[in-house]
């Protein structure tokens, strides 16, 4: 059930279905190539790979991970209500989100999403498969924050400068 509830919650952060698809950047292309090469990586290297040579304590860690991944991601979702967009793009009619997640993180869904793909593999104590998904999805998250932060920045303009140097972009203390 918690693979199945931060599966969805990874998919719908990124999937748009009010709007026609547009092409996919490079940045819609990594995500589920990352998603999707994971899977046979993790489970690999779950039958062939370390597994057995970690601790079982690392299932736990995983678990609860994901746990914290799923409520933090929902509840930034929560937090946008209207503002949410999968592509990223400013809802102009929206005032900035500064509550929830928001007050710490600028982009808590994206931090969500990194933590669910370290999670998940780990829970079949499968690092390969973590360092698999992260491969693809932090170049991915990379560029999507750039633009994003652009967006925001042509919307909001000072507002969101103002917020910039108050908060974390993506992991607090450090990036």
Not at 58 to 71: R, W
Not at 92 to 107: A, M
């Amino acid at each position: 059930m918690i693979l199945t509830a931060g599966m969805w919650l990874i998919a719908t952060s990124f999937v748009d279905v009010d709007k026609p698809r547009e092409a996919p950047d490079l940045a819609n292309r990594l995500i589920p190539i990352g998603l999707i090469l994971s899977i046979p990586v993790s489970v690999v290297d779950r039958l062939w790979g370390l597994a057995e040579s970690l601790p079982d304590g690392l299932v736990i860690f995983a678990v609860v991970m994901s746990l914290f991944a799923i409520v933090w991601g929902i509840s930034a979702r929560i937090a946008l209500g209207q503002a949410y967009s999968p592509r990223g793009a400013a809802q102009e009619q929206t005032n900035l989100i500064r509550q929830g997640p928001y007050k710490y993180l600028r982009h808590p869904l994206y931090l969500a999403a990194v933590l669910w793909c370290i999670g998940w593999p780990l829970f079949l104590k499968s690092l390969f498969g973590s360092l698999t998904a992260l491969t693809f999805i932090i170049p991915a998250l990379r560029i999507r924050i750039n633009d994003e932060e652009q967006e925001l920045v042509r919307v909001f303009g000072d507002d969101y400068r103002k917020y910039q140097e108050e908060t974390w972009r993506l992991l607090p203390f450090i990036y």
